[in-house]
């Protein structure tokens, strides 16, 4: 079985996967850090992001581990997690999503995982998952979610709003919401809440 849960910047795709993937015992699977591996390491080789030739070398040692617990991207031996959620990545994760041959790349980390599992991200229900059973998408207004992601960042609500809706034009074509997935507004709802709508539906 896999469940794919996509959606826009911060709407809740990670915490709601990981939560939705405990209570069904199997792992879940944030597809967006791999495109925010990729960036970390262009960044870190002072690569130019929009040139798949300077960033595909970088990949040979990167991999995805998926825990029910929260993903870990390993490069090699180095675990990069830690480091793949800052402002800087933020800034240039979209120019490397927007590279067909670093999708085709995710696209073949991603596929290449066993089932059972949940899936998220902007894409899963529509490119790299489409037959999957059970597909859900997330919104949120831009405020909210701003809101949401000030918990986590020193940084003031206006400026993430701002970067957060620039996100979600910069990720327009990859982002429509599958025609069969379930769309689910988060505005009113708690964690737990989008966690649980979800759940009901699978049973
Ligand atoms: N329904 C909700 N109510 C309140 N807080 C929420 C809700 N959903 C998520 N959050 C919180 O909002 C923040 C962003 O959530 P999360 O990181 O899961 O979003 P995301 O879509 O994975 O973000 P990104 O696209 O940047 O990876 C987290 O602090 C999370 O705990
Ligand atoms: N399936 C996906 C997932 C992510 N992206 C791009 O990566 C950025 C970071 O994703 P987060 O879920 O960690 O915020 C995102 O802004 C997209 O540019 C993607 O294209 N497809």
Known sequence: MIVTIDGVAASGKSSVSSGVAQALG?????SGLLYRAVTLLGLEAGADLAQPGALLPLLSGVRLEPLASGNRVWNAVHDLTADLHSTRVDTGVSVVAALPEIREWVDAQLRALPAPLVAEGRDMGTNVFPHAPH??????????????????RPED?????AALTER??????QSAPAPDA???DTGPLTLQGVIDTILEHLR
Do not use: N, W
């Open 135 to 152: 597909k859900f998408y997330l919104t949120a207004s831009p405020r909210v979610r701003a809101e949401r992601r000030a918990r986590e």
């Open 168 to 173: 979600d034009r910069q990720d327009t074509t």
């Open 157 to 161: 609500i206006p400026a993430i709003e």
């Open 182 to 184: 379930r769309i689910i």
């Open 26 to 30: 199997v792992p879940y699977v944030s």
